[in-house]
């Protein structure tokens, strides 16, 4: 991120020391002292386990995180931007979308290992559930992709189809469901979320999005559930909507509730995860600074789990047992550790500059991990983002 330039100066609403301890400031030094080191840190990385891979834009690097501790951190070859990372996908190679294509970096060495052009500047990935292929949403040429995102196979990081939808929809976002049979996006520039079956590998549904608090809903993002009943989709309108669709018929989605701000949904919603079960949703509100806790069976707002002021969070990933949201806070060099099961915060850890994006890989922990130092340490007062950060999501300017 060489031409993106930050401030250290606080804003208003910054930690105090003891805000900045009980918001998990405690709890990193624990787990830093806690970290494994000699034999047993050689034997553990031999064996797979579920790491956390955290993309810092600051120094282009992925931080490492074992649990509740920071390994280190590998130098990259790419700043991730909303990869694909469903639950936890199969594999070494962590998918994402660049400025003009998509890649995969493999998650031992930080290299990419595949690239593909789209002539998209903006392009959202979502991998099938069976790790073999490789959705592309290109926002700005209006198509999709499929790519081989098997290592295996012969043809691996190769466009096996490509469709272009109707003139002007803009694609913005793609979310697999749990079958790999159909696929949702946001049609930001037409108002509207279309149904893709990935069989047949084309729309067969578009439905509208109608406004309600804006002249537009402007639909941008969506998570399906991982019970395949439920979609999200975040909407720019008034400062942010949260749609919430029912897919009895996958084929057909229905919208049943919308929440504002005044159901209790934070401020600029950006994206969503859900809870394995799908019990419950979580709605990643960067200008609030909050996780809107969405309660799936009462279709309302069922709380909120709120982070130290200026940590901008953009983004999450949901550990593989399904008991952890981990939210990356650029704000903050920090990631957030949510408790699904009490829906709350449990603590912070460090990652490194400007943390963007995040994905949890069951892999071993990589050869050439630089463990030297660890990792600095959470920012105890928010970055200010300046203009013309590269990074359309990296925070609020303030």
């Given at each position: ?11 208003k609403g ?151 939808i ?29 149904v ?71 401020r ?32 309302e ?20 047992n ?31 500059p ?29 970055r ?15």
């Open positions: 991120m060489d031409s993106c330039r930050y401030s250290e100066n606080t804003i910054g930690m105090t020391r003891r805000d900045f301890l009980a918001a998990g400031g405690a709890t990193v030094a624990g787990l830093l002292a806690a970290a494994p080191t000699g034999r047993l840190a050689r034997s553990l990385a031999r064996e797979p386990s579920d790491l956390l891979f955290v993309s810092n834009a600051g120094d282009k690097s992925l931080a490492v995180v074992q649990g509740d501790t920071p390994l280190g951190k590998l130098p990259a070859e790419a700043v991730l931007f909303f990869p694909a990372n469903g639950p936890s996908p199969p594999g070494n190679v962590i998918w994402t979308g660049l400025d003009g294509g998509v890649a995969g970096l493999d998650a031992q060495t930080g290299r990419i290992v595949a690239r593909v052009e789209t002539g998209s500047a903006q392009n959202y990935v979502q991998l099938t559930p069976d790790g073999h292929h490789l959705i592309v949403a290109a926002r700005y040429t209006d198509a999709y992709l499929r790519i081989d995102a098997d290592p295996a196979s012969p043809t691996f990081g190769q466009v096996t189809a490509r469709f272009d109707y003139a002007n929809a803009g694609p913005c976002d793609v979310t697999v469901e749990r079958s790999g049979r159909y696929a949702y996006t946001p049609d930001r520039r037409s108002d509207a979320v279309s893709l079956d990935l069989d047949a590998f084309r729309v067969i549904r578009t439905v509208s999005v109608e406004p309600l608090v804006g002249n537009r809903p402007d639909p941008f993002m969506a998570t399906v559930s991982p019970d395949g009943r439920w979609l999200l989709v975040e909407n720019t309108e008034g400062g942010g909507t949260e749609s919430i669709f029912a897919l009895q018929d996958p084929t057909d989605p229905r919208e049943v509730v919308r929440l504002t701000a005044e159901d209790g949904l934070g600029n919603p950006l994206t969503s995860e859900f809870r394995p079960d799908g019990r419950f949703g979580y709605v990643i509100c960067r200008d609030s600074n909050e996780l809107t806790v969405i309660d799936l069976e009462a279709l707002v069922a709380g909120s789990v709120r982070f130290p002021a200026g940590s901008n969070p953009v983004s999450g990933a949901v550990s593989t399904g008991t952890r949201l981990y939210v990356p806070l650029p704000g903050r060099d920090a990631v957030a550790i949510v408790d699904l099961e009490a829906n709350e915060l449990a603590g912070l850890i460090p990652s490194g400007v943390p963007l994006h995040a994905v949890v890989l069951r892999t071993t922990v990589p050869a050439g991990l630089d463990r030297s130092g660890l990792l600095p340490g959470v920012l105890p007062v928010a200010t983002f300046p203009e013309g950060c590269p990074y359309f999501c990296c925070g609020e300017i303030v």
